[in-house]
Every structure is written in C-alpha cells, then in structure tokens.
C-alpha cells in the first residue's frame, strides 16, 4: 500500500520489474532503448534528489553498469549514499563505489573523509563495510591517509575486523611500501592467532610484508619459523574439524598460504629452511592426492621444496610427486605438473630428462594450455644428444597439429635445430622439412639463416637445390619454401641440372634446364606470392638467364610481362633485367657470378644487432673498424665499401643481410631518393649492382676511378673485380651511345658521402651522475626532417673500469628509436676512452612535440651490477 | 592475488565483474570480451586453466555459468580452483541451490557474499559457515531498517490521514 502511495512521485520501475524488461528485449537495439529510458528516469531521479529512491536507482544503475553502459551519473549517489548513517545505505553505496569506481577516478579522492568516519564506527559490520571498499579500491593516497586506522583495526576485538583488516593492510603496503615498517609487528601478532580467517589473512599479510621489507623478512624468519612449522603440523594432525573440512583435509586453503610463507622464510636461509623439512616432509608423504584439494596442497608443497635451501632427499621426493602428477589422467594436475617440471629442470636436469616420452606426449595434447607449457619444457631438455630424436618427434608432429599452435612449433624447432645441430647437412636436411611442412610460419630471420648456411656449405650446394626442387614439386604452397628455392635455383640451378655434387644417400633426378625454369615460373606466375617473392623470382630468372642459353628467351618473354606492373619494384627490375638479356650478353655472365659466400659470424652479430623491437643492443659480433666504430655489416659489404675509412660509419636500416644483397628490402630504394645519405650508400652497392634502383649520380667519385683502374684484369675472382668489370664494359656500352639504362648501370657507383647541409643541432649533456657522463651528438638525413641521427658517447667518471655496459632507452609513442650496437661493452676508468652508439630518432610530431626519452643505463663494476636511470627533455627544441 | 573475478553465462553475458586491479571501463570492457571468446570456446575436459596477457585465468564451468579468476604466474592454480568451488558452494548455501537466475536478480547479494570471501585480491575466509553468519547478520540489519523505516511510514502516513 505504501509503497503504491510512494510510486506516485517517481516514475521509477521496480529493480526486478527493471531487470525483468531487459531480459525480456529480443534484440540489442531494445534493451539499449529500455536502458535508455531506465537511465533518464534515474537521472531524473537524482536531480530532484529523492532519497527514497537512491537505494533503488543505484542498484538498477550497478546492473545497468554490468551490461556496459556508462553510469558515471552516478558515481556521486554512491557517495552520498556512503554517508548517510544508516546501515543499509552504506551496505549498498560501498558496494556501487568499488562497481563504478576504481581508484584511478579523481571522485574517489571524495569518500576518503566517510571511510575514515566509518572505519571509527560504533558497529563493526559498517567497521567491515569501509574496510573492504579501502582494500578493494584505494589509492596511494587514500592508503597513507588512513593507514593508522587500518593498523589499529588490525587489534580490533572482532576476529572479523581484524582479517579484514589484515587484507586491507597488503593493499597498502602494496601502494605505499613505505608504510610497510608500520605493519611488521601488528602482522606478526596475527600469526599467533587461532580463528582460521585470521590466520590466513596474517599469514598472507606476512607473506606480502616479507615480499617488500628484507627487515619485515629478517624479523619474521627470526621470530616466527618455529612457530609457523608448529602451526602447520597442527594443522596437518588435526582431526576432522566440519568447518574447514575440504575432501578430508582441515583447511586446505591455511596449508597452501602456510607452506608459501615458509617459503619466503627458507629461501637463502639454510638455518629456517632446515627447521622446515621435516614437515615438508610429512606433507609431501601423507597428503591425500586425489581431490584438488590434496593436490593443491601438493603442489605447493612442491614449490616450497624447490625453493629452500638444498635438501636432497626431498628434491627427489618433489620431482616423484610431479612425475605421479604428469602420469595423472586429470588435465589440470599435468599442467601444473609441466608448469613446475620447468622449474625443476634448473637444478634436477637429469631427473627432469628421464619423464622426457611423457612430456613430448604432452605436446601432442589436444588441450592448448597444455601443449604450450610442454612445448616449453621439451624446449630446455634438448641438448646435442637428444636433439636428433627431438628435432624429429616435433617435425613429424608438426604435420598434424592444429593451426593455431603451428606458429609457436614452428619457432620451436628452428631454434632447437638451429641451436643444437650437429651437422649442416641435418640442419638443412630439418630446416627443408618444417618449411616444406609450415613454412608459412618460419620468421624471415630463419630463412634467411638457412641460406647463408646453404651459401656456406659449398659441398652440399647441389645436394640442396634437388632438395627443394623436390619438395617444391610437393609443397609449393608454401611460401618460404618458395623463396628458398628461388633463390637456390637462381644460384645453383647447373647443379640441379648436372646432378653436380651427388651424395650417396641421395636418388639422382632428371631435371631440365626448362624445368628449372619452370619452378621460378610457377613461383612468379603464381597467385599468391607476395612481391618479395616475385622480387627474388625475377632476380633467380636474370641469373638463369645465363647460365641456361637454351632458356634465355623463354625467361625474357616471361620478364617482359613484368614491365607493366603496378608495383615500380618489379617494373623497374623487369625493364632492366630485359634489357641486360637482351642487349648485354658480353657483361651479362659476368654480372650474375654466384654470390660469395655469406658470412656466418656477421650475420648472426647483425641479426642480434637488429632484432625487432630489442632496446638493448648486444655488441658480440660486430666488425670493428680502424675508426673505432662498430659496424655490423657483412664482410662482402666491408669489401665493397670503399668509403667506410674516410666517411661516417654506415648505419645499416636494420634490414636483413639478404635484402640488401638480393636488393628486395623494399625500404630502402625509398630511402635513397632523398639523395646523397651517406648511411646507406656503403651497404647498398650489390643491391644497385642487382636492382639498379639509385639514381644516377655524378660519376666523379673516386669509387669509380679506383675501379677503372682494374680495368685491364681479364679473368674476374672477387665480387670487387666483377664490379669493375661491370663498370668498365657498361660505361664503354655506354660510351657507344646506346639507351638510358646506361645511364642507370654508370650510377651504381658510389655516392660520396655529402656532408649533413640540414640545421645544425648543439650537442647536449643528456645524462651525467657520479659515475657516468652521456653526451648526444646530433645530425639529420637530409630531405627527412622528421628522423635524427643521435650519436651518444659514455664517459666514465669513476675510476673503476664499467664491463657489461648496455644502455637502454625508452620513448613515448609519437617517437620511433631505433639503436645500432655499441661500439663496445667496456667502459675505462676515469675518461680514457668512451663508448659510442647511434640511434635513430623518428619523431612523428616533428614540429609539434620535442624529443623526449628515458634511459637507463646498466653496467658491471667489479661483476656487481650497477644500474642508472634518468630521463632526458633537455633536447635542442626542432628535432 | 586474484586480479578479477568474472562470472560469465554460456551465452557470453557478464553476471559479476569484480577488480583488485586497476583496470580502466574500456579495458575491462575489452578484458571481458577477450576472455569469454577464449573461455567459452574451449572444449569441456580440457584442462581449466588459460594463460592469458602474462597472467593464468582459472576457470570452471558450474551448469550455465563459468566463473574465471585471473591470477599471477606463480600463484597455485589448483587453490585457486578450489577457492571458486568454495564460492560456489557458499552461494549455493545462501539461495539454496543457486541458479544463474538467483545471481541475475540477486546480484548484489553475490556480490556481498564475494566481498565476504575476498579483499584485495586475497582470501579472507575458509570457513563457509562463518560467511553464512556474517551475511546472515548483516541482511538481518537491512531488514530491521527496513522495518523501522516502514514504521516510521506507516505513523506518518496514521497521522496525515
């Protein structure tokens, strides 16, 4: 009847009556039209501030909240309903602001004032009410505002006040370690207590407080071990007891936080971690193992073992509990079985070995979470006498796995085969499977590793070309596989032809030059090949050319086509290759020699120098140059680069070895055009040898005199020598006055390094402390307005010599930094000497937005680590 | 520690969403769709446990609902299953074999009783009974109120007559 009478004010619908019509809408389009009306009716509401309804409306608005429509409007009727005095309003406003609220939102700085009230309240459930809104939702602020009532609550009388206290307690010290020191002793009296809820809370909040203060830790272990062993035995003794009763253990939930806080306790302490075995010891044997329960228990009985301090006998103890466990049919007690085997492998490698067949089952599982945890696991087991048996258990798994795990497989085996491989032969021979099987899933870094490992094993030249031509014939869908064989036909294909190099494990095939041709046919004509591929394609077609006569004008008519592509790469290429066909026999053998052999070493070293997304630089490989500075690039550039003494050392773009050689990095043409960089032109020489992209520039350079100066060697050996016979015959061809692409192969010559003619930036002091002074260089690409070239130099100023120096730098978004490596990782004492790195500086707001960038600079002092960190906005304004 | 705690119906709609953790409304909105894509999707008898952005979610499924909990890497996965079975179990004590629609028009009441069970990510309570008593003291509070309130109307509403 009342509430009829009160209805009259409001339009308000009842909350089931609300959720009811929601429920009832059959499309998205009506419930937003019900909550549309639902939501006015509240804000309605609000505004005539109806007391009666507050309650109500803000138990609609929580539901409305949950389907994901914005409730901002409300967040202050929490507020105001946190303050009223009674308890069913409070109940329901805490409760909408930990809903609506987190405790990034500038309102909650608001409530602060009615927790404080609250947490002094006469009743302990609104006590309750305040304590588990602050531990769900407070800020750093709010934590040290009331920090003292919280640590008061933590002796309240209640038992209930003083759990929820304890938990309140690790939210604060978890914003404000600072305040930990204030929590140590109450937190330590917890743990004396009887009443379950209390101890688990105190025995969590000593774990958290161990976690963040060595003194928290130091007094803990010193005062509580005994006391805490005591307390599990107990525990683990005692009758059955209903209340905490779980599939027959007294509180499984108290053991787990007990044996994880002994954990802490053991850890490094040989004295507390020997006051603990024998209970370790006895849960590990007596615990029950077939619920969740005991196996939770277990588990972390487990964990704990492997932590402490070393006790033999119990390791094998743990390592039999995670082998019963990975034998157990229930899929979630193998996977924490996998998840803790890794752990194990680092001190019990062998023990670990011996469960080897069940783990590579385990990759098979049918179950994801399961196949990646043992994934990773058979990962770490490999080694030089398990890999061969490994390689091949996953390769062959590989065939028949799911879609969605092939990627992570695929990374998988070509890091073990590439890592462990014992021979070339097999590394190809596997490399050749997993492309052929999933190529589409190889990263370019891999395949481009297989090649210069092809490049290098000279005897295994033709063994490999029939090798891909076979499986081309089988999985050509398979893009990297594709290119793989592009390339080697494109460089050994006589091989393929003349069965050249057979090895006795192999069949000789029967294959025509025509047919050669006809791979890279397929491969060009071919659909789905992206433009990389066609870009090689055509290269491996210009190098056919003429090493096959019979072919040549069969691979004219299928570069002509080309000519009209919408892609400028491949015209460009398609033009010219026809061109040098067609009208430059006498230079054509000479320009399309074999490749040298690529260089291992560097490659790897310029591989880890230009890992994507790696803001440390690792400075293991690189060439060091007379000038001092490191310069990982390939030797075969080195060789080219006539520049690199006199001129600033050539920052590669971080492209891969064989893009520039095959000159597909589709980058880098573009780069070029803003003429006259000095950056690239010492690594691009081959790439304009094949691509001929540069423009023309002026041939004056000294490059080419000192090429024309070999004119007179006739029989050519090194790439350098093909280079000037190149250059020689096609300026002669050129002479003779014949088409524009003469202009274009005289271009290819070096251009001289041109003096940076942008606005000059000063240098900046960007960082110096006590120990380290860094200074930034800077310099612009022309024509780029946006990239910076930064060159930053480290001075020690201590007298200690700094080893493992890295430096690390971080930018905000607008910003892209790219790092060369470091021109070495020591540091020497007191100024003699430096350490010099470049980075690249895109600034995507150039003109609006300075550089900004944060560093951190770690390095070793007599092998102790050292660590700075600063942040540096002192950068010249128009970078 | 338990980042969130999420309660999702096999057809994808949110019943209880509660964070530890700070998340702002677009991430949580984008946590919530990302998670029920990959919880729901996978197979029964699979194991419960998903890695997920670097953290686990432990889930399980319980008739039409699942309930996810995220936690860190270290934490104990099978604990953390054994919690959500205590929850399931205290709210099934509390409606009497509770359905998702109890939780639907009742979901404040899960979410008091959740608040009883967890702070700050944490357990707070391994006795079911004594949750029971706590809600049952409180809910008590609201209906005497309630009843002082109502009253209190009823006098008014005797004297303005």
Request: charged share 20%; aromatic share 4%.
């Given at each position: 009847?009342?509430?009829?009478?009160?209805?009259?004010?409001?339009?308000?619908?009842?909350?089931?009556?609300?959720?009811?019509?929601?429920?009832?809408?059959?499309?998205?389009?009506?419930?937003?039209?019900?909550?549309?009306?639902?939501?006015?009716?509240?804000?309605?509401?609000?505004?005539?501030?109806?007391?009666?309804?507050?309650?109500?409306?803000?138990?609609?608005?929580?539901?409305?909240?949950?389907?994901?429509?914005?409730?901002?409007?409300?967040?202050?009727?929490?507020?105001?309903?946190?303050?009223?005095?009674?308890?069913?309003?409070?109940?329901?406003?805490?409760?909408?602001?930990?809903?609506?609220?987190?405790?990034?939102?500038?309102?909650?700085?608001?409530?602060?004032?009615?927790?404080?009230?609250?947490?002094?309240?006469?009743?302990?459930?609104?006590?309750?009410?305040?304590?588990?809104?602050?531990?769900?939702?407070?800020?750093?602020?709010?934590?040290?505002?009331?920090?003292?009532?919280?640590?008061?609550?933590?002796?309240?009388?209640?038992?209930?006040?003083?759990?929820?206290?304890?938990?309140?307690?690790?939210?604060?010290?978890?914003?404000?370690?600072?305040?930990?020191?204030?929590?140590?002793?109450?937190?330590?009296?917890?743990?004396?207590?009887?009443?379950?809820?209390?101890?688990?809370?105190?025995?969590?909040?000593?774990?958290?407080?161990?976690?963040?203060?060595?003194?928290?830790?130091?007094?803990?272990?010193?005062?509580?071990?005994?006391?805490?062993?005591?307390?599990?035995?107990?525990?683990?003794?005692?009758?059955?007891?209903?209340?905490?009763?779980?599939?027959?253990?007294?509180?499984?939930?108290?053991?787990?936080?007990?044996?994880?806080?002994?954990?802490?306790?053991?850890?490094?302490?040989?004295?507390?971690?020997?006051?603990?075995?024998?209970?370790?010891?006895?849960?590990?044997?007596?615990?029950?193992?077939?619920?969740?329960?005991?196996?939770?228990?277990?588990?972390?009985?487990?964990?704990?073992?492997?932590?402490?301090?070393?006790?033999?006998?119990?390791?094998?103890?743990?390592?039999?509990?995670?082998?019963?466990?990975?034998?157990?049919?229930?899929?979630?007690?193998r996977y924490v079985a996998l998840n803790m085997l890794m752990k194990a492998v680092t001190f019990d490698a062998q023990a670990v070995q011996r469960h080897r067949a069940t783990i590579l089952e385990c990759v098979k599982d049918s179950d994801a979470s399961i196949r990646k945890r043992a994934l990773e696991l058979v990962y770490v087991l490999v080694n030089e006498t398990n890999v061969k048996p490994l390689a091949k258990e996953l390769i062959d798994y590989l065939k028949v796995s799911d879609h969605d795990f092939r990627g992570d497989l695929t990374a998988k085996i070509c890091s073990i085969v590439a890592k462990f491989s014992p021979e070339k032969i097999w590394y190809i021979d596997q490399m050749l499977k997993v492309i052929s099987e999933a190529g589409n899933f190889v990263k370019d870094e891999v395949w481009h590793a297989l090649i210069v490992v092809i490049s290098n094993a000279s005897e295994l030249h033709g063994y490999t070309v029939r090798a891909l031509y076979r499986a081309f014939q089988t999985s050509a869908e398979q893009e990297i596989l594709v290119r793989v064989t592009v390339w080697c036909i494109g460089e050994y294909g006589d091989m393929l032809v003349n069965n050249v190099g057979m090895l006795d494990i192999e069949d000789s095939i029967t294959v025509t030059e025509?047919?050669?041709?006809?791979?890279?046919?397929?491969?060009?004509?071919?659909?789905?090949?992206?433009?990389?591929?066609?870009?090689?394609?055509?290269?491996?077609?210009?190098?056919?050319?003429?090493?096959?006569?019979?072919?040549?004008?069969?691979?004219?008519?299928?570069?002509?086509?080309?000519?009209?592509?919408?892609?400028?790469?491949?015209?460009?290429?398609?033009?010219?290759?026809?061109?040098?066909?067609?009208?430059?026999?006498?230079?054509?053998?000479?320009?399309?020699?074999?490749?040298?052999?690529?260089?291992?070493?560097?490659?790897?070293?310029?591989?880890?120098?230009?890992?994507?997304?790696?803001?440390?630089?690792?400075?293991?490989?690189?060439?060091?140059?007379?000038?001092?500075?490191?310069?990982?690039?390939?030797?075969?550039?080195?060789?080219?680069?006539?520049?690199?003494?006199?001129?600033?050392?050539?920052?590669?773009?971080?492209?891969?070895?064989?893009?520039?050689?095959?000159?597909?990095?589709?980058?880098?043409?573009?780069?070029?055009?803003?003429?006259?960089?000095?950056?690239?032109?010492?690594?691009?020489?081959?790439?304009?040898?094949?691509?001929?992209?540069?423009?023309?520039?002026?041939?004056?350079?000294?490059?080419?005199?000192?090429?024309?100066?070999?004119?007179?060697?006739?029989?050519?050996?090194?790439?350098?020598?093909?280079?000037?016979?190149?250059?020689?015959?096609?300026?002669?061809?050129?002479?003779?006055?014949?088409?524009?692409?003469?202009?274009?192969?005289?271009?290819?010559?070096?251009?001289?390094?041109?003096?940076?003619?942008?606005?000059?930036?000063?240098?900046?002091?960007?960082?110096?402390?006590?120990?380290?002074?860094l200074t930034f260089d800077f310099s612009k690409e022309p024509g780029n307005p946006q990239t910076t070239i930064v060159q930053a130099t480290f001075i020690n100023l201590s007298s200690e010599t700094y080893t493992d120096f890295v430096f690390q730098a971080a930018v905000p978004k607008f910003l892209q930094l790219h790092l060369d490596p470091a021109s070495s990782n020591t540091l020497p004492a007191a100024g003699n000497g430096s350490i010099t790195q470049n980075l690249k500086v895109t600034n995507s707001q150039h003109g609006k937005k300075s550089l900004i960038m944060r560093v951190r600079i770690a390095y070793k002092i007599n092998g102790k680590d050292s660590l700075e960190e600063g942040q540096i906005s002192n950068f010249p304004r128009g970078l | 520690m338990i980042h969130f705690v999420l309660l999702i119906s096999r057809q994808g709609k949110v019943r209880l969403t509660k964070w530890y953790s700070p998340y702002s409304q677009k991430e949580r909105n984008k946590v919530i769709r990302e998670l029920s894509a990959v919880v729901l999707s996978r197979a029964p008898k699979l194991c419960n446990f998903v890695e997920w952005r670097g953290y686990k979610v432990v889930y399980k499924r319980y008739a039409s609902l699942y309930f996810c909990m995220c936690i860190d890497d270290e934490d104990n996965e099978l604990e953390v299953l054994e919690m959500i079975h205590h929850f399931v179990e205290i709210l099934d004590r509390y409606f009497g074999s509770v359905c998702e629609l109890d939780l639907i028009f009742n979901f404040h009441k899960a979410y008091y009783i959740l608040d009883e069970l967890l702070i700050a990510g944490e357990l707070q309570e391994s006795s079911k009974k004594t949750v029971a008593r706590l809600i049952a003291a409180q809910d008590s509070l609201v209906e005497t109120a309630k009843e002082e309130a109502s009253s209190i109307s009823n006098i008014i509403a005797q004297a303005t007559k």
């Open positions: 009847m009342q509430s009829s009478i009160m209805n009259t004010f409001s339009s308000g619908t009842r909350l089931r009556d609300m959720i009811r019509a929601i429920r009832a809408c059959k499309t998205a389009a009506e419930e937003r039209a019900v909550v549309r009306k639902e939501c006015a009716a509240i804000r309605a509401s609000i505004n005539e501030n109806d007391q009666d309804y507050m309650h109500r409306n803000l138990a609609k608005l929580m539901f409305i909240h949950m389907l994901g429509y914005p409730t901002h409007f409300g967040q202050m009727e929490c507020l105001k309903l946190i303050a009223s005095p009674g308890f069913p309003e409070k109940r329901i406003g805490y409760l909408g602001l930990m809903l609506l609220l987190d405790e990034r939102q500038e309102v909650l700085m608001l409530v602060t004032n009615s927790l404080k009230q609250d947490l002094n309240h006469i009743n302990q459930y609104i006590v309750g009410l305040a304590l588990c809104a602050l531990g769900n939702i407070c800020s750093a602020e709010m934590a040290r505002d009331l920090a003292p009532e919280v640590e008061r609550l933590l002796q309240f009388r209640d038992p209930n006040i003083r759990k929820k206290a304890a938990l309140c307690s690790i939210r604060i010290i978890k914003k404000v370690p600072d305040l930990a020191e204030n929590f140590i002793n109450p937190a330590i009296a917890l743990l004396r207590e009887k009443h379950h809820g209390v101890l688990i809370t105190g025995v969590q909040l000593c774990t958290d407080l161990c976690k963040i203060s060595t003194e928290a830790l130091e007094l803990v272990r010193k005062k509580c071990t005994d006391g805490l062993v005591r307390t599990l035995r107990d525990l683990a003794n005692s009758p059955y007891s209903p209340e905490y009763d779980i599939a027959g253990i007294t509180d499984p939930f108290l053991h787990i936080r007990l044996l994880k806080l002994l954990r802490v306790l053991g850890e490094g302490d040989a004295d507390a971690s020997d006051s603990m075995n024998d209970i370790l010891a006895q849960v590990a044997t007596k615990t029950e193992s077939n619920k969740v329960a005991g196996n939770a228990i277990l588990y972390e009985c487990v964990q704990t073992i492997m932590s402490i301090e070393d006790n033999g006998g119990l390791r094998v103890l743990a390592i039999n509990i995670l082998g019963r466990f990975l034998s157990n049919r229930d899929n979630n007690i025509s047919d050669a041709v006809d791979v890279v046919e397929i491969a060009i004509k071919r659909h789905a090949s992206d433009l990389t591929t066609k870009a090689m394609a055509l290269v491996a077609l210009l190098k056919l050319s003429s090493r096959f006569l019979s072919c040549t004008e069969r691979i004219r008519e299928i570069i002509v086509p080309f000519k009209g592509n919408f892609v400028l790469e491949l015209q460009q290429r398609s033009i010219e290759f026809n061109s040098i066909v067609a009208r430059h026999q006498n230079i054509r053998s000479t320009l399309v020699e074999r490749m040298p052999v690529l260089d291992e070493a560097t490659f790897v070293g310029r591989r880890a120098g230009s890992l994507p997304g790696a803001a440390s630089t690792t400075t293991a490989t690189s060439v060091s140059l007379p000038n001092g500075v490191a310069k990982p690039v390939a030797p075969l550039v080195d060789l080219l680069d006539l520049s690199s003494d006199d001129a600033p050392a050539p920052s590669s773009s971080g492209g891969d070895l064989l893009h520039d050689l095959l000159g597909v990095d589709l980058s880098l043409p573009s780069q070029q055009s803003g003429a006259g960089q000095s950056s690239n032109s010492g690594t691009d020489v081959l790439l304009d040898l094949l691509s001929i992209g540069t423009p023309s520039a002026p041939s004056s350079s000294s490059t080419v005199n000192i090429l024309s100066s070999n004119a007179s060697i006739e029989a050519p050996v090194s790439p350098l020598d093909d280079l000037s016979s190149l250059s020689i015959s096609s300026r002669t061809t050129s002479n003779a006055g014949a088409a524009p692409v003469m202009d274009l192969l005289d271009g290819f010559s070096l251009s001289p390094p041109t003096e940076n003619n942008g606005p000059v930036h000063p240098s900046i002091t960007a960082f110096e402390s006590s120990h380290v002074r | -």
